[in-house]
């Protein structure tokens, strides 16, 4: 029941629109290869953002595609079905929409533009937002964040014998 609680609090955030994917599902690879078979249609893409180019009454968002999650959120892979662009009707700042977060849009297919990443021409589906969602940094683990099971010893970290505190330390080694 904890369990289940904290799920909905964590989700509580998201958009309704974000949290299900409307049927049927509609890859980026489709798209760019029919365009004109999937104008107007309602898709739920999400992925890393590239860019942000705020216009003078919308901002562009060029995102990465990637698979997403039940929920919503992009999965951290290397896998990818190409780029969109998102026309979003508000201001999106590109300090906090920087280049690497995480970004999820529902909306609809309303073309696609072609612009160039460094030398090469790319033609991107277009994405007219209804709703979006920035999903916070996933924090980064240490290794030693925690013990596998209970007595777990890792016999190589141990703070008194490091390099880095005998160099900081000498006098400790006598």
Same mark, same amino acid.
């Given at each position: 029941?904890?369990?289940?609680?904290?799920?909905?609090?964590?989700?509580?955030?998201?958009? $309704?629109?974000?949290?299900?994917?409307?049927?049927?599902?509609?890859?980026?690879?489709?798209?760019?290869?029919?365009?004109?078979?999937?104008?107007?249609?309602?898709?739920?893409?999400?992925?890393?953002?590239?860019?942000?180019?705020?216009?003078?009454?919308?901002?562009? *968002?060029? *995102?990465?595609?990637?698979?997403?999650?039940?929920?919503?959120?992009? $999965?951290?892979?290397?896998?990818?079905?190409?780029?969109?662009?998102?026309?979003?009707?508000?201001?999106?700042?590109?300090?906090?929409?920087? $280049?690497?977060?995480?970004?999820? *849009?529902?909306?609809?297919?309303?073309?696609?533009?072609?612009?160039?990443?460094?030398?090469?021409?790319?033609?991107?589906? *277009?994405?007219?937002?209804?709703?979006?969602?920035?999903?916070?940094?996933?924090?980064?683990?240490?290794?030693?964040?925690?013990?596998?099971?209970?007595?777990?010893?890792?016999?190589?970290?141990?703070?008194?014998?490091?390099?880095?505190?005998?160099?900081?330390?000498?006098?400790?080694?006598?």
């Amino acid at each position: 029941m904890c369990l289940s609680l904290l799920a909905a609090a964590c989700a509580s955030n998201v958009p $309704k629109a974000i949290s299900t994917q409307p049927e049927p599902a509609i890859t980026v690879d489709a798209v760019r290869s029919n365009l004109n078979q999937y104008l107007g249609k309602k898709v739920r893409w999400g992925g890393e953002i590239a860019s942000v180019k705020p216009q003078t009454d919308s901002t562009l *968002v060029e *995102v990465v595609a990637r698979q997403l999650y039940r929920s919503g959120r992009p $999965k951290e892979t290397d896998q990818t079905q190409g780029r969109f662009m998102v026309t979003v009707a508000d201001f999106l700042d590109p300090t906090v929409y920087e $280049k690497g977060r995480q970004f999820t *849009v529902t909306g609809t297919i309303t073309g696609s533009m072609e612009q160039a990443i460094d030398a090469y021409q790319y033609n991107y589906p *277009v994405v007219t937002a209804e709703a979006y969602h920035l999903w916070e940094p996933v924090p980064q683990r240490s290794r030693y964040d925690y013990y596998p099971y209970p007595g777990y010893y890792d016999p190589w970290y141990d703070p008194w014998y490091s390099p880095f505190y005998l160099h900081h330390h000498p006098h400790y080694w006598w």
